[in-house]
């Protein structure tokens, strides 16, 4: 499996609209201070991405939200995810019917300590994230709407068949079997 980090972002295909946004670690002797989202950060804020609500979840190492279940937001929210503590996969398919990249699979690795970064997550696309570190993970979001049960969708993984690059049908499992987890 292929999984998109700050290393190699470059030569990776992203889904159409996914934008991915480095984080700066401040430290010092008193301890770190990472910002987390600007309104000068063009790339995942402006017009069609303001900011309405924060927040935090914190779940358990090999834990997948949703395990066989993608998430999708079907008219008007983007989701902005960033892990503060801990590491995640977060999967992003590209089911949308007009889009350039549909089918596509991304799967972004992403370490609190080692490389912070922003996903944003486009609407009508489908994900979801495990925890791969061995402790618990804190994962935020700035959704670009506030919480509206009309804006939340699931569909069964097998309704989609989304493949990993190597032609497998995509699972938490896999994941698991990559991090032996």
Known sequence: MNFITLEN??????????????????QDASGILVETLKTNWNDVYGPG????????SET??????????????PTVQDDRFSVIKGGVVVAIADNREKSETKGLLNLFHI?????PYMVLIPRKTLHGFMVVSKDPAILI????????PKEEGR?????????TADGELFSW??????FNL
């Open 9 to 26: 972002k470059d030569k990776a295909k992203l889904i159409k609209d996914v934008v991915i946004h480095p984080y700066k670690i401040n």
């Open 49 to 56: 991405r303001e900011f309405f609500q924060q927040y935090y």
């Open 60 to 73: 358990p190492s090999n834990l997948a939200r949703d395990e066989d279940l993608w998430h999708y937001h």
């Open 111 to 115: 370490n609190a300590r080692k490389d």
């Open 141 to 148: 979001n700035f959704p670009t709407g506030l919480y509206n």
């Open 155 to 163: 569909i069964p993984y097998e309704d989609v068949n989304i493949k």
């Open 173 to 178: 499992a896999l994941v698991r079997k990559e």
